[in-house]
């Protein structure tokens, strides 16, 4: 069974960064693609807005046009870790942040259109002055 736990999130004024962490353990001979969603207030589970996907060894990342430029995803497979370096954060970047995993979903176009059979729980990311 993989497990999927996301760390790192908080409150933030608008400008600021945050450091997200998404550590996976259990079933990991393989490193898989992983892919960070986000929840915003009042949105329901259908629609979580991909924001990130890196596949296994790091060669291929995609991000969504709403974070170019400011997010930085990347993963260290010695210790099973993906990050989303958030900078130059903004009020609409404020979300529960969810790390998603499956083994067949590769970090393509329409990654974030697949369905992913194993998710965290979720850090609440809130940016306010």
């Known amino acids: 069974q993989l497990h999927v736990v996301e760390s790192g999130g908080g409150l933030v004024q608008p400008g600021g960064s945050l450091r997200l962490s998404c550590t996976t353990s259990?079933?990991?001979?393989?490193?898989?693609?992983i892919s960070w969603f986000r929840q915003a207030p009042g949105k329901g589970r259908e629609q979580r807005e991909g924001?990130?996907?890196?596949?296994?060894?790091?060669?291929?990342?995609m991000y969504a046009n709403s974070v170019k430029g400011r997010f930085t995803i990347s993963r260290d497979n010695a210790t099973n870790t993906v990050y989303l370096q958030m900078n130059r954060l903004k009020p609409e970047d404020t979300a529960v942040y969810f790390c998603?995993?499956?083994?067949?979903?590769?970090?393509?176009?329409?990654?974030?259109?697949?369905?992913?059979?194993?998710w965290g729980q979720g850090t609440q990311v809130a940016v306010s002055s």
């Open positions: 259990g079933y990991t001979e393989d490193y898989y693609t």
């Open positions: 998603a995993v499956d083994p067949l979903v590769l970090c393509h176009p329409d990654w974030d259109q697949v369905p992913y059979t194993h």
């Open positions: 924001v990130s996907c890196i596949n296994n060894i790091g060669d291929m990342i």
